[in-house]
């Protein structure tokens, strides 16, 4: 294998490289934003159950 054809194969890799690390960051930022969407009924329903306890 030439040179070229080497260079050609790394390039090829490192692009198949950074567009698995594009996919995963896109699931994690998904993953993010659906646990920030449940925060505020999260909140609620422990201020409910942290109510019961005052006097």
Not at 24 to 38: D, L
Not at 39 to 48: E, G, R, Y
Request: without cysteine; charged residues 20%; aromatic residues 4%.
């Amino acid at each position: 294998m030439n040179e070229a054809a080497k260079g050609d194969t790394e390039i090829n890799q490192n692009i198949s490289g950074i567009a698995q690390a594009a996919e995963n960051t896109s699931q994690g930022v998904s993953k993010t934003q659906g646990a920030a969407e449940q925060l505020p009924q999260m909140a609620d329903d422990l201020k409910q159950r942290v109510g019961q306890f005052k006097f």
